[in-house]
């Protein structure tokens, strides 16, 4: 390390009561802008775990297998958490903790939201393809594909922030890459958000005609809305920049990106699409007329 750069200030949060261990891996601030809570880390590993566990049961049990990027997701949510973990009780400095805590966590709803896609499209040809504004196969491949497109570029730009602050750099671009594709995930959910929920009114009367599908669509609803509160959150986060009010405030990470997750994981596991709406993604026209979703 050269003079020059060894006498640049640190900006960033050094915890008093955790001494920097200055390993090969350890980055002069603690990029969470916080020491993380343990033990919201480990309740989280358990939430996910055990969600994990009975969304995979579902899913094997119903043969929904348009839905089993779900359990998948929550795999990451577990290994995100267990990463988070490790930076709470072994060493918050440590960078390769925090990459893999970003990764996993950030990377984790591109799973879910692809379930709760494939929901609609699992929709529209048994309520009315007359009531989308697109049809299902579209639905798919532009919102997975967005999500793809977004997640990398959020994930390219959280490493070049753990690189930046390893090297004591001004982190800002890295910050500005991140926005752009958290920007671009508001923008893409939000535009489902719209066809959902036009979808679900336009078909309000169709849904009445199945039994407990109504309850189902609202459970789907107010996922889909919790998902799309967490990607605004973390927009506005990564906004106001690193050490901004959102960023190093661990409630706010607790509240606004945990829990809502956890709770759509809550209802998906209560009105199981399997059980709800059934085992196909897709459905010929005539069979819609005659089947139903399985009542509760």
């Known amino acids: 390390m050269s003079t020059e750069t ?24 603690i990029i969470y802008g916080y020491t993380p809570a343990f033990s919201l880390a480990v309740f989280a590993v358990a939430w996910f775990f055990l969600f994990l566990l009975v969304h995979l049961f579902q899913t094997i049990r119903h043969r929904n297998w348009y839905f089993i990027t779900f359990p998948v997701g929550l795999l990451f949510e577990v290994v995100g958490y267990i990463a988070r973990t490790l930076s709470a009780k072994k060493d918050p400095y440590h960078l390769l903790y925090f990459i893999l ?60 922030i753990g690189v930046r602050q390893s090297n004591r750099d001004d982190p800002t671009d890295a910050n500005n890459i991140l926005l752009g594709g958290l920007a671009y995930q508001v923008f893409s959910l939000g535009i489902f958000v719209i066809l959902a929920g036009s979808f679900l009114f336009r078909a309000r009367h169709e849904i009445k005609r199945h039994d407990g599908l109504a309850v189902f669509t609202v459970a789907f609803a107010v996922a889909t809305i919790l998902v799309y509160l967490r990607t605004c959150f973390r927009l506005v986060e990564t906004a106001e920049g690193l050490g901004g009010h959102l960023y190093s405030n661990e409630i706010y990470f607790a509240c606004l990106e945990f829990a809502p997750v956890a709770a759509a994981v809550l209802l998906f596991a209560v009105w199981h699409p399997g059980r709800c709406v059934g085992k196909k993604a897709r459905v010929p026209d005539a069979e819609k007329e005659t089947r139903g979703a399985v009542n509760f």
């Open 6 to 29: 060894a006498s640049r200030p640190i900006a960033g949060y050094v915890d008093p009561d955790f001494p920097n261990p200055n390993g090969d891996w350890d980055t002069p601030v």
């Open 101 to 160: 805590n970003y990764f996993f966590i950030v990377t984790a709803p591109v799973f879910l939201t692809a379930s709760i896609y494939t929901i609609l499209s699992a929709l529209i040809p048994r309520l009315g393809r007359q009531y989308s504004f697109l049809p299902p196969r579209a639905i798919l491949w532009f919102f997975i594909t967005s999500d793809v497109i977004a997640t990398v570029v959020q994930i390219t730009g959280a490493a070049l």
